[in-house]
């Protein structure tokens, strides 16, 4: 149990997804996910690395949600070779980030990078093993509204690279364990939640001390289940120009976008560093000001 994540998405929404996606007939797995249809393959994998990394659980705040909105998404990044924090990882969201038109809001997303020829163990029952043929990748957002999941999933074969802003036209995509095929609404929703957590993954990796770890606060209830204080990632993060708690924005203020700028260093500067030029917020002029410069 999380201490101090009222203004986020409840964590237990995430459990549920990943306890669905792992009790997927398991009667019906012989080492051999042919058993299984597409979808459950692929989520029962997806889930069982996850957890089997302790399902390693961030809290994005939202100063920095909207700072990752507001700057503007990097060149297509190569996800196979792409160095990440987490081979499985999960952000919860704080709410009233990301809605759907009309099924809720999307509360969390996951992902798993799966390697081919790796032997993945299911956590629940350690003697089904599961292997893939090819790298692929996969994100799951969950909807509150139904609580169903969108899912999308990316092989090399397919493409070899994610592109933050659009991607449509490859993959596979399915609703929940479903292979029923995600309206425009629910494309919308899922490409916003990848394109803004590959953009906190950036942030990660260019900035690691944004990251504010939780852990163990030495409190447990009768039934002794234990109380965590959360891995936040960027708890204290101001963008440029931003007025501080209960200040508010101005109506005149708008947002100067951010972007991903890859920087040249080391020997011969032949090595190339995506650095993050951070977006911010600026004061509009007055209507006094500008007639003044006018004339």
């Known amino acids: 149990m999380y201490e101090g994540v009222g203004a986020y998405h409840s964590p237990k929404e995430l459990a549920t997804d990943l306890l669905g996606a792992l009790l997927l007939s398991p009667q019906k797995v012989d ?12 989520a029962l994998v997806a ?12 809290f994005v705040a939202r100063s920095l949600l909207e700072a990752v909105a507001q700057t503007q998404p990097p060149e297509p990044v190569a996800w196979k070779d792409m160095h990440l924090p987490f081979e499985a990882v999960a952000f919860v969201f704080p709410r009233g980030a990301l809605k759907h038109t009309t099924e809720g809001e999307c509360g969390f997303l996951w992902y798993s990078r799966l390697r081919g020829g790796t032997i993945y163990r ?11 043929e090819e790298d692929k990748i996969f994100f799951r957002a969950g909807l509150d509204g ?11 074969s397919v493409t070899p690279t994610i592109q ?18 995600l309206n425009q609404d629910d494309e919308a929703i899922l490409q916003s939640a990848i394109s803004l957590s590959l953009g906190v993954l ?15 606060t030495g409190k447990r209830t009768k039934g002794g289940g234990e109380f965590w204080t959360p891995n936040i990632i960027g708890r204290t993060y101001r963008p440029a120009g931003h007025p501080g708690e209960g200040g508010g924005v101005s109506p005149r203020m708008y947002w100067r976008r951010g972007h991903w700028r890859a920087q040249a260093w080391g020997e011969r500067y032949s090595l190339r560093k995506v650095i993050w030029i951070e977006p911010s917020l600026v004061a509009a002029e007055s209507d006094s000001e500008q007639s003044g410069r006018g004339a």
């Open 31 to 42: 080492g051999n996910l042919r058993t299984l249809g597409l979808p459950d393959q692929h």
């Open 47 to 58: 889930a069982s690395l996850l957890v089997s990394l302790q399902v390693p659980t961030f």
């Open 122 to 132: 299911h956590p629940l029952i350690p003697r089904r093993t599961f292997e893939i």
């Open 146 to 156: 139904s609580l169903g999941s969108l899912m999308q999933g990316l092989t090399e």
């Open 164 to 181: 933050a802003v659009d991607l449509s036209g490859s993959g596979t995509r399915y609703r929940g364990v479903t292979t029923e095929l």
């Open 202 to 216: 950036l942030v990660m990796l260019e900035r690691p001390q944004i990251i504010a770890f939780g852990g163990f």
